[in-house]
């Protein structure tokens, strides 16, 4: 049972920065994998990054590499997504997910709206 909290979501201009928080509590997460994902309107959900919470290794969208860094908290049980360079297009509400398998993220919280002005 994890229960993930997004936050630092905004209104930014384009080439602006955003840096956005997962908080994830219930348990411990040396085994987990986590990942944030984004979904625009009337668009399907895609990708954005993911790490696992030990070791830190990372993966990222190619829509995104060289732009956005992910990382974590070990201390906070917070994964972060730093968002730089933003683009109109990466307008979207951002969700955070975990599980124990990369390919398998079974928890998910609500979103944070980031909007990326022209």
């Known amino acids: 049972q994890v229960q993930l909290v997004e936050s630092g979501g905004g209104l930014v201009q384009a080439g602006g920065s955003l840096r956005l928080s997962c908080a994830a509590s219930g348990r411990t997460f040396s085994n987990y994998y986590m990942g944030w994902f984004r979904q625009a309107p009337g668009k399907e959900r895609e990708f954005v990054a993911r790490?696992?919470?030990?070791?830190?290794?990372?993966f990222y969208a190619d829509s995104v590499k060289g732009r956005f860094t992910i990382s974590r908290d070990n201390a906070k049980n917070t994964v972060y997504l730093q968002m730089n360079s933003l683009k109109p297009e990466d307008t979207a509400v951002y969700f955070c997910a975990a599980g124990l398998s990369a390919s398998t993220l079974n928890y998910w919280g609500q979103g944070t709206q980031v909007t990326v002005s022209s």
């Open positions: 790490i696992r919470w030990s070791g830190a290794s990372t």
